[in-house]
């Protein structure tokens, strides 16, 4: 009988284990995580859970007992050190070699570090894991003054929790605007004049030099000489592929683990999915590599149905959402800095009344956010799908509340 084994107790792998027993797999099957906590979901840790809105226990993926009841041998607290495709084993805390027939790579992205001096001080935070948002929220709810380096999702996030927590939050940026390189001028102008609505003070083509303190953080300063007050500092400065295993065991790896649209790698027994996954895209025609909560989801089920031999197209829409102050947004296609000449604006731009932006390259969209206008998403996506495939939209129809998007697709 097979033996199947998921690195990586991640949201991905968790739901590649649940997959495999609900398609009927009754083999050995073996899940493994460096953390300490079961599988859990990414997002409340920088949003309702950071808020204190939520009990942590709604992270969880599973039940504690979910895993013992469906035969799923869980190995919390163990990394994965080494990868021999050839012998098909996985060598476990660098002592332990484990026998795999088919593995999946889940091993998701690991925070950059910030380097400047001062950044190892008592006070420097980073969100990745369910513990870090522990400690943040604890942080938090102590006030004061919060210096948040980075405005990219997370940072943002952070940034408004810490405001909705009653401290004076400043987000330090190298861009011009928050989410520049993702979203362009216009719509990043808007997340920015939500933020300073809500307080908080955003500081842009700022760098870090050090940051500041003896033991304990006392502010940031910045390349102009300023320095920034703070009692906590978070750093939000991007992720990075954990491919360490993929690299020991020499697979192919560019931005993440090389697969095709079946979500195999260069060796035909190994798969990657999740964060750490540059995939062949079918829908946008090249490899891309997804680092949101939609992808983890749909990425382990995909993946454990091509482990058992199904003929899988990953070719998912990519998606994602946030939570900011009254901003509450999703976010459907996939639009490279420099890909779109005009960005659509449905509605106007107004948060509090709600409106649709769409990202077009020659009449056709490649991707659309809808912000605080909600049950958009089947629509959207079928006008990317249809963009991708070459077809424009008109677009002062697009453009037309009054136009249904269903009546937009062909």
């Known amino acids: 009988m097979a033996d199947f084994v998921v690195v990586g107790a991640s949201l991905t792998g968790a739901k590649a284990v649940e997959t495999l027993r609900e398609q009927g797999f009754t083999g050995g099957l073996t899940l493994i995580g460096e953390e300490t906590e079961r599988p859990y979901e990414r997002p409340p840790l920088s949003k309702d859970y950071l808020l204190g809105k939520n009990e942590r226990a709604k992270a969880f993926v599973h039940d504690p007992d979910w895993y013992a009841e469906h035969d799923v041998d869980l190995r919390l607290g163990t990394r994965a050190t080494d990868l021999d495709p050839a012998g098909h084993t996985v060598t476990l805390d660098g002592v332990t070699q484990l026998h795999y027939d088919k593995l999946l790579l889940a091993t998701g992205s690991r925070v950059r570090r910030l380097k400047v001096p001062g950044a190892e001080l008592r006070g420097v935070r980073y969100l990745r894991t369910l513990q870090e948002s522990d400690a943040l929220l604890a942080d938090l709810r102590g006030g004061g003054d919060v210096a948040v380096i980075g405005a990219g999702w997370i940072g943002l996030e952070v940034a408004a929790a810490a405001k909705q927590h009653g401290a004076s939050v400043t987000v330090i940026e190298m861009e011009r605007a928050p989410l520049h390189r993702v979203l362009g001028d216009e719509v990043a102008q808007?997340?920015?004049?939500?933020?300073?609505?809500?307080?908080?003070?955003?500081?842009?083509?700022?760098?870090?030099?050090?940051?500041?303190?003896?033991?304990?953080?006392?502010?940031?300063?910045?390349?102009?000489?300023?320095?920034?007050?703070?009692r906590l500092v978070v750093v939000a400065v991007g992720i990075e592929p954990a491919t360490e295993l993929a690299v020991a065991g020499r697979l192919e790896v560019d931005n993440g683990i090389v697969t095709d649209a079946g979500l195999r790698t260069s060796d035909p027994d190994i798969y990657a999915s999740g964060d750490v996954a540059n995939s062949m895209n079918p829908l946008v025609g090249r490899r891309i590599r997804v680092e949101h909560w939609a992808n983890a989801l749909n990425g382990g089920k995909a993946a454990a149905r091509a482990m058992l031999g199904e003929e899988v197209v990953y070719d998912r829409v990519p998606y994602f959402y946030t939570d900011q102050f009254e901003l509450g947004m999703e976010y459907s296609g996939y639009a490279e800095p420099g890909a779109f000449d005009r960005v659509v604006f449905r509605g106007g731009r107004s948060v509090s009344d709600g409106f649709i932006a769409f990202w077009t390259t020659q009449g056709r969209v490649l991707a659309g956010m809808n912000v605080n206008v909600w049950d958009v998403t089947d629509d959207i996506q079928k006008l990317v799908r249809a963009g991708y495939a070459g077809t424009a939209v008109d677009a002062k129809g697009l453009a037309d509340p009054t136009v249904p998007l269903a009546d937009l697709v062909g």
């Open 190 to 230: 808007i997340y920015a004049d939500v933020h300073r609505a809500n307080g908080v003070d955003l500081r842009f083509n700022a760098s870090v030099t050090r940051i500041t303190g003896d033991t304990e953080v006392t502010g940031v300063e910045l390349a102009d000489g300023t320095t920034i007050p703070a």
